[in-house]
């Protein structure tokens, strides 16, 4: 029904109506108001509660000397062993942690590492020189649409295990510097070197290879 059907029969009931109509306009006009004045004071507390939430060096990348923990299950937050990977995977999912001021890494998604144990013969020579006694980091987001890769099974096109991406089906083989061997990914994982400080699994370098995907969801 238009505006112009209210107005041909005009009767009190209509200036009635109508007076509803514009206190209705005004407490909506009022509503909106206090909706963006809360908008504005709740994005104005938001600052220090999330500056409070992510301290300091949580959101940057992965640093030389840095430690690495848990990001998941009942070991989170505890710091990764090479007692804790079962030779021939699966992986962990682990956080770098500042050994100095023990905060972990955790404010950016694409900070999260699968930490995985192969026999250091199965490796290649390029992946081999950046693992430890055959444990390996690499970035824990797919290169296709930056899903979490979280399944680690037999691939599709051959008979070793892989990690494999389940948002469309791309996999990585940790042997070959996690290189593309099924699915839409375009580019390998990037893959975090390590070393061992003081019997501590430790990162040794910035990511080889870039991080995150490289189109929508
Ligand atoms: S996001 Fe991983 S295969 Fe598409």
Redesign the pocket.
């Known amino acids: 029904m238009s505006s112009t059907s209210f107005n041909t029969a005009s009767s009190s009931s209509d200036h009635i109506a109508d007076s509803q109509a514009d206190g209705c306009a005004e407490q909506t006009r009022r509503t909106l108001l206090l909706g963006a004045l809360a908008t504005t004071a709740c994005l104005g507390c938001s600052v220090p509660a999330r500056a409070g939430e992510d301290p300091p060096g949580s959101d940057e990348r992965p640093q030389k000397g840095d430690l690495l923990v848990f990001s998941e299950g009942d070991k989170e937050g505890k710091l990764v062993t090479a007692a804790d990977l079962p030779l021939g995977g699966p992986p962990v999912h682990a956080w770098p942690q500042d050994p100095k001021t023990s905060v972990v890494r955790s404010a950016s998604r694409l900070n999260e590492l699968l930490v995985i144990r192969l026999d250091p013969a199965e490796l290649d020579d390029q992946t081999r020189g950046r693992a430890v006694d055959g444990i390996i980091a690499y970035s824990a987001i797919?290169s296709?649409?930056?899903?979490p890769v979280t399944a680690w099974v037999k691939s599709d096109v051959g008979d070793k295990e892989v990690f494999k991406?389940m948002?469309?089906?791309?996999e990585y083989d940790p042997r070959a510097g996690a290189k593309v061997v099924f699915?839409?990914?375009p580019r390998r994982l990037a893959v975090l070197p390590l070393a061992f400080a003081d019997g501590s699994l430790s990162v040794a370098g910035n990511f080889i290879g870039k991080v995150g995907?490289t189109q929508p969801?």
Request: with cysteine; aromatic share 0%; hydrophobic share 15%.
């Open positions: 797919c296709h649409a930056g899903c991406c948002c469309h089906n791309s699915g839409p990914a995907g969801g």
